[in-house]
């Protein structure tokens, strides 16, 4: 059975063209599923008989089911999914006054090993296909009868370690007959694949990226981040240079403020030097605690001082605002303590 959210536009066209049917029929399909939310072709009414027949037969519309959700005070709701093989994959659904953003996981755990990260503490079992990801935002739009206007590739799962799904999800909900997420709304975080942050580049679609720096030097993000063995910070950097020039959009630098880690005045002042001159702003990140690690969120006072020193050194710098904090909304937390609950069952 071929699974109907894998399929850009042109590739059902041509499915139904090489089927002997009409290739417009593509469009009206894609009408009824991303426009109209139809999931059952038997209800697609201009279709032809034959050709619905002919998608009951070769097609799935199937969804994921959600094994759990949680509403937040702040009305930031977190699903849980469970794919057909059990998998297990979070997507966060975030109201803001410019629209509604969804977060969006593109693997089953992660390979990345941060050593703050809830999703690493599980290796990645497999990629997400893109239709998986497409259908987790079908089945929350369905769920909460919102459409959604923005996209944040920011849950479980290093997306540029899964770069073709990736690419083509985003081919996917950017298409106008599709989801029409605008190229601008859709944001990418990675931890720092330098030759792949390269390659999204010469794609040339435009897409807002976001880079996980969450340390100035080397010495120290190694410790958080085990993928600056392999690529440096100034590879990073030079693949964020090389993104802005080729696309033209600016570079947000993560960093999260982990207390007596990377908060202090030291730190800050590094940072300015990386970050001087380049065309990008720095977000800086509470931390959301996660039981397994020692960290600790830093307290308001280090995070004044540090927000003050970049600013008055002439640094864009924005904070991100805590959401969802009551329901383990970071990055993989309540994959990991459902995963930890079933374990305990078993
Ligand atoms: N793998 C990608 C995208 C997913 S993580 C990446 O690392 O960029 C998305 C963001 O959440 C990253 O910036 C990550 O460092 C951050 N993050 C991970 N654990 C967190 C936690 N407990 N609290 C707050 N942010 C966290
Ligand atoms: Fe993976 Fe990102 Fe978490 Fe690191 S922060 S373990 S790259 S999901």
Redesign the pocket.
Known sequence: MKYLFDYSLEELENLLVDGGYKKFSASQIFDWVYKKLTLDFDSMSNISKELREYLKKEMSLELPTITKKEVSKDTTVKYLFNFKDESKVEGVLMHHPYGTSYCIS?QVG?N?G?A????GLKKKSRDLTSGEMVSMIIKTMLDSNERISHIV???????LDNFDNVIKFIKIVNAPKGLEIGIRHITL????LAPKIKELADKGMGINL???L?APTDDLRMRLMPIDKAYKINEVIDASNYYFEKTGRRITF?Y?LLEGVNDSMYYADKLVELVRGMNAYINL??????DEFE?KESNSKNVDRFYNQLKSRGINVTMRHKMGDDIDA????LRSKIMKEEEIKK
Request: charged letters at 5%; one cysteine or more; hydrophobic letters at 35%.
């Open positions: 593109s992660c990345m941060c703050f990260c809830a999703s590739i920011m849950g479980t799962g290093e997306p975080s990675t931890s720092g976001a880079i996980s969450h993560e999260l990140i509470p931390y959301n605690h996660v960290f970071a990055c993989g937390q």
